[in-house]
């Protein structure tokens, strides 16, 4: 698939359709690892690091844990 860049304010972007997007399982949420092997772009999810996924992992049993508790706090 050949692609060619637009004009985005002062840069450039490449757009990414949305078949290819799915899948990746790419969003506009999702980090991307932009890397080059001197030829070319490689972009790819960014993998989490393994702090992140603990904290995730944690932020998850709290919320099991202590949901309603912290739906009061909110409100």
């Given at each position: 698939m050949?692609?060619?860049?637009t004009k985005h304010g002062n840069s450039l972007a490449l757009v990414?359709?949305?078949p290819?997007?799915?899948l990746l399982?790419?969003?506009t949420e999702t980090p991307?690892?932009?890397s080059?092997?001197?030829?070319r772009l490689?972009?790819?999810p960014a993998e989490q690091s393994v702090?992140?996924?603990?904290f995730e992992a944690a932020q998850r049993t709290a919320h099991k844990r202590y949901g309603k508790a912290f739906k009061k706090l909110a409100e």
């Amino acid at each position: 698939m050949l692609k060619k860049l637009t004009k985005h304010g002062n840069s450039l972007a490449l757009v990414i359709d949305k078949p290819i997007l799915d899948l990746l399982k790419i969003d506009t949420e999702t980090p991307l690892d932009l890397s080059t092997d001197g030829h070319r772009l490689i972009v790819a999810p960014a993998e989490q690091s393994v702090r992140r996924q603990k904290f995730e992992a944690a932020q998850r049993t709290a919320h099991k844990r202590y949901g309603k508790a912290f739906k009061k706090l909110a409100e």
